[in-house]
Every structure is written in structure tokens, then in C-alpha cells.
């Protein structure tokens, strides 16, 4: 293993070696991303490594950097250098070496000239004595410094998500390691000296920047390798960079406004990671939700809102020619409101109370349309989340307008959507009041859905074809439950399973009319009633399986003793045709204008 001094820090190639051995400390800028490598990268990278001829050169891209500070540690004096490109690969490095190092301590050689090497090695790459060669963002440097480097144990259940990837990082370099040590114990150490060379050895470019305001701007255009840079991140990085130019360096100020940027990303990033970690929001990404934030924070159309980072940098570009006091409290302002966004989004996802809000967010969440809703849940749940009542009454039209206009209207996915867009910007500006909301929602409503609209689909001959699966049994199951309301009988089944496998729609009137023995007339009204509303119902996929296709004189005393009202209530009937299909029709649809009238 060869080591040299640390080398000045100017434009051109380097070595690894060169960049991380000498008086120098490396740290990730307030506007940077955490730690973004994924399962993917971290392969990429042992592979190119684990491959690598030693006799070759091996170019490893571009590291931008900005020399920040000078420190004063004990007798030594630091160079701090800002990480403007480059932390994905020289963090993954580090903790690539953190677990070589280790295998190494491991391998039991306790001569002084061994022992001497490693902490050398140790000291070069990763710390000395308290001094550490890399500091990541916030509450990621303690971990980073604490489990990844010391080795001490951490809580799990306080990870974040760059903390786990961190994490996982540390664990699958350990057992890829441990891998080789089995299969080549008795050349593992030569192996390990190998790799130290490797990854020592590899080129870089370096690209010093002279300032913060261009370092902010730089990362924001270029890609660390593997990684592209969501939105949000972008965004964070403009603003800082807006920062930088808007207040005057000989000031000093722009360190609290940096830090009050900073630790709301922090914050905004850590709801996100509690979001996506939920079954309601593992679907969503964090610039869909800055997107929901920009409908709610500017009035826009659905086409302009995929433009809103290129909207927002011309609205804050705007203010900065302007008046650059104005672009600074804009810069705040949009961050404090993008961070309560956040917050109320979390706020919805994780909401678990078994009261009425509760059922009503289950019901929406199941109706499966949520994300047209989303800005106008934002926008609603940070104004009137402490209004119990306003809240039931938006999400009970809300579930009402999922179902009628979805469900059952089979519009499009977007169908309103720009009307209740205008609406989300309405309710955050403090434009309409609660009561003025729920009628311009039920207005949009019998616009896509009004009443004769929403008959002629429920009466549709082709209603089990029309509506998805899960649609109609939701439809029942609210049906099974007007039912035992009537009948005062309590409910001893949930949604959930009715809408699992364990259950399914079934067409009283058979579909298959070989064992009906139906006339010719009878054979042509059958194809059209068969797949009405009327002859439908819920069934267990045990009892349907047994009674598929079966006529209705040969079910009907199963039927009794169904544990479904849906079931038990047509053992009322004697037989099974149009007339009775029509009759049940009615019934159904008569409930279906009281349970979700407007």
C-alpha cells in the first residue's frame, strides 16, 4: 500500500490519494443533497472497483469544489473545502475504506509495523483523533461519524431515510467483503492491500469554484453520478443561491437565512420520508408534492403546474431585479409555505383516528382518485384542520364526487381538475369561505355528474362491464350496510376484506344460461338485464365458486343463510328474471341518490 503527502488543491487531475490525504476536511454545503445512493450505485461502483485493472489509469469524474474556511485544530491548521460535485462517490468511497480498514484490523497480524499501518490508514482516509475527514448535512453527520465510522450502534427507528441509505451502504460493502474473505482467506489481506491501492490510484478532475453564490448555481446544473437531482433539491439549491446574492457578503446575515433555508428542507424532507414510508404514500414522490404545493401557493392550470420550478425562478429572478429585499422575503416565505405543505400532507397520510374524519379519508383513500384532491386537502387541512366539522363536510363531498363522477361517470383522470385547482388557490388566499367551497364543488359535480347524467349510468344494461370491480364492490358494501341499518343488525364484516380476493361480484341471474333452460324470448331479455345493477351482488369466492352459474330456485336457500344482507334479502323472491332485476334496480339506486346526493 503506497501513501504520499497531500498535495495544494488546484485545477487539473489528482489522484484519489492526492485529494483526502493532508490538512484538509471535507463537507457537504447547506443547498446539497443527503446522501441519494441507492442499492444500484453502490453495485456500479464495487463492480468498476472490484474489476479494475491496478496497472491501469482509472478516470473517476469531476469533483467540484470551493474552499470555505481555514480551522485551527490543536497545532494543525485545516483547509475546509465545500463539496459542490462529487459527494455521492467520495461519501461511498469513505465508507467503502471505513469497511476495509476493518477487515483488516480483523485479519489478527498484531505486529507494531501492521498496527502502525492501519492507523495510519485509519488517520489518513478517515479521522484523526477527534478530526473527521468528511461532515454530512445535519443529524446525517452524527450518524455518519457514530455508526458508519466508529462502528458505535444507532436506534433504527430513527433513521431517516439518507441515514438507512447510509446504512445499507456500510452493510452491503461488509458482505461483500466477507464474501471474498470465505471463498479467499489466505490471499484476503493482499486483496484488501490491492483495493487500497485501487481506489487511491483513481483520477479525478478537479474543479475548483470561486465563490457561493456560483457554487450554489454549478450544483444545480450538474449530476452526480447515477443520481439525478429531483426538483425539489433543485429547488432548494436556487433558493440558497438567490440568498447568496441578494444579501451582501460584508453583511453576515446570510448565514441565518441559509440556516432557516436549511433546516426547513430538513424538515420538509423528513415528512417526506415519513410519507413515503406509509401504504397511502409510497406512490408519491417529493416534486409531485411540490407540485400540489405550487397549485395551492399560485393559481394555475394543470399544464402549468408541470412547469412550476421554471415558474417559480422566473417569479424570484423577477423580484431580484426588482427589489432584492422583496426576492429575500419571498425566498423565506415560499419555503415556510412549502414546509407547512409538507407537514399537512404528512398530517393527512399518517391519519389514523377512528373517527369520522378517519372513515371518510379511508373511503376517499379506497376510492382510489386522491391526487386530484391532494391541493385542495393541503390547502383546506392547513386552514381548517381545527374545524372538525368544516373537514368532515369537504371530504364527505369529496368521496361524494370520487364515486359519482369516477366510479360510476367514468370520466377522465382529470376530469375538474382545473376547477378544483382554482379552488385549492382559493382556500389558501383565503378567497372563498367553508360554505361557498362546498357549493362550487357540488356545482363541478352536477357539471360532470348531475343527476339524469348519473341515472343513465347506474341503468346502463351494461353496468358489470362499465365499472371496475372494485367500484362495485364498494357500491354493495355501502348497500349491505343500509341494509343492516335498517334491519338494526349490526356490522360484523369490513371493507377491506370485501374487497380482497375473498370476495366477488356475482350475477344472480346467471351469466351462463346453459342450466336455466331459458325459452329463445327469454334467452335475448336475459342478454340484456344480466349485467345490470339489479343482478348484482357480493358473494364469497367459496360460495360463488359453488353456486357459479347455478339457476336461482337452487341457490335461493343459501342464500338465507348468508351472512350478507345482500345475499339474504332475495330469498324474499320466488324466482329470478327481468321484472325482479328491475324492482332491485330501483331499490338500489334509490339508496345510491340518498347516500350520495348533492
Not at 237 to 258: A, C, H, I, N
Not at 428 to 442: A, D, F
Not at 518 to 535: A, M, R
Not at 575 to 595: G, L, P, S, T, V
Amino acid at each position: 500500500m503506497t501513501r504520499i503527502v497531500g498535495i495544494k488543491m488546484e485545477k487539473g487531475i489528482v489522484k484519489f490519494k492526492d485529494l483526502i490525504i493532508g490538512d484538509r476536511i471535507f463537507q457537504i454545503p447547506v443547498y446539497q443533497r443527503n446522501f441519494s445512493w441507492d442499492k444500484k450505485q453502490l453495485e456500479d461502483l464495487w463492480d468498476d472497483l472490484l474489476y479494475l485493472d491496478p496497472y491501469k489509469k482509472h478516470y473517476f469524474g469531476t469533483i467540484l469544489m470551493k474552499k470555505a474556511k481555514e480551522e485551527k485544530h490543536g497545532l494543525k491548521t485545516y483547509e475546509i473545502y465545500d463539496i459542490i460535485d462529487g459527494q455521492q462517490r467520495i461519501t461511498t468511497v469513505l465508507i467503502l475504506l471505513r469497511e476495509i480498514i476493518s477487515h483488516l484490523n480483523s485479519l489478527g497480524d498484531e505486529t507494531d509495523e501492521t498496527k502502525e499501518e492501519l492507523t495510519k490508514l485509519e488517520e489518513e482516509y478517515l479521522k484523526y483523533k477527534t478530526i473527521y475527514k468528511l461532515e454530512l448535512l445535519g443529524d446525517d453527520n452524527v450518524f455518519f461519524r457514530s455508526y458508519v465510522i466508529d462502528d458505535t450502534e444507532y436506534p433504527d427507528a430513527t433513521l431517516t431515510s439518507s441515514q438507512r441509505r447510509l446504512k445499507e451502504a456500510k452493510f452491503l460493502f461488509r458482505k461483500k467483503l466477507e464474501k471474498i474473505e470465505k471463498s479467499e482467506a489466505k490471499k484476503f489481506g493482499d486483496f484488501l492491500g490491492q483495493f487500497i491501492d485501487k481506489i487511491g490510484n483513481l483520477e479525478i478532475i478537479i474543479y475548483p469554484v470561486e465563490n457561493d453564490a456560483d457554487a450554489a448555481r454549478i450544483f444545480e446544473t450538474v449530476n452526480d453520478r447515477g443520481k439525478q437531482l429531483t426538483n425539489l433539491e433543485k429547488t432548494k439549491s436556487f433558493l440558497m443561491q438567490m440568498v447568496y446574492l441578494t444579501v451582501p457578503k460584508e453583511s453576515g446575515d446570510s448565514t441565518s437565512y441559509l440556516r432557516q433555508i436549511n433546516d426547513g428542507f430538513s424538515r420538509i424532507f423528513r415528512d417526506f420520508e415519513e410519507i413515503r414510508t406509509t401504504v397511502r404514500g409510497k406512490d408519491l414522490n417529493e416534486d409531485d408534492i411540490q407540485r400540489y404545493h405550487f397549485i395551492v401557493y399560485v393559481s394555475s392550470d394543470i399544464k402549468t403546474s408541470y412547469r412550476y420550478l421554471d415558474f417559480l425562478k422566473e417569479k424570484i429572478r423577477g423580484f431580484y431585479r426588482e427589489n432584492k429585499e422583496k426576492c429575500l422575503n419571498f425566498v423565506l416565505e415560499y419555503t415556510k409555505d412549502l414546509e407547512k405543505a409538507f407537514f399537512a400532507l404528512k398530517e393527512i397520510i399518517i391519519y389514523k383516528k377512528d373517527d369520522e374524519i378517519g372513515i371518510l379519508f379511508d373511503k376517499i383513500y379506497i376510492l382510489g382518485r386522491v391526487a386530484n384532491f391532494y391541493p385542495l386537502l393541503i390547502a383546506s387541512w392547513i386552514r381548517f384542520k381545527d374545524e372538525q366539522e368544516k373537514i368532515e363536510k369537504l371530504l364527505m363531498i369529496i368521496e361524494i364526487f370520487s364515486f359519482r363522477v369516477y366510479s360510476i361517470g367514468r370520466k377522465r383522470s382529470d376530469a375538474g381538475i382545473n376547477s378544483i385547482y382554482s379552488l385549492a388557490y382559493e382556500v389558501r388566499s383565503n378567497k372563498t369561505m367553508h360554505i361557498e367551497l362546498i357549493k362550487k364543488l357540488m356545482n363541478i359535480i352536477h357539471e360532470y355528474q348531475g343527476n339524469k347524467e348519473f341515472n343513465i349510468n347506474l341503468t346502463t344494461e351494461d353496468f358489470y362491464n362499465r365499472v371496475d370491480t372494485a367500484d362495485k364492490k364498494y357500491l354493495l358494501f355501502e348497500y349491505e350496510k343500509f341494509l343492516r341499518e335498517e334491519a338494526k343488525e349490526p356490522l360484523d364484516i369490513h371493507l377491506k376484506n370485501i374487497l380482497s380476493e375473498k370476495f366477488e361480484i356475482e350475477h344472480i341471474w346467471a351469466t351462463d344460461t346453459s342450466k336455466l333452460k331459458l325459452s329463445d324470448e327469454l334467452e335475448d331479455i336475459h342478454e340484456q338485464y344480466k349485467d345490470k345493477l339489479g343482478n348484482l351482488t357480493l358473494a364469497s369466492d367459496s360460495w360463488n365458486s359453488k353456486w357459479r352459474n347455478s339457476p336461482f330456485v337452487d341457490k335461493k336457500e343459501d342464500y338465507k343463510d348468508s351472512n350478507l344482507r345482500v345475499q339474504r334479502e332475495l330469498a324474499s323472491s320466488s324466482e329470478w328474471d327481468e321484472k325482479q332485476i328491475q324492482a332491485r334496480e330501483k331499490r338500489i339506486i334509490e339508496f345510491i341518490f340518498k347516500r350520495w346526493e348533492v
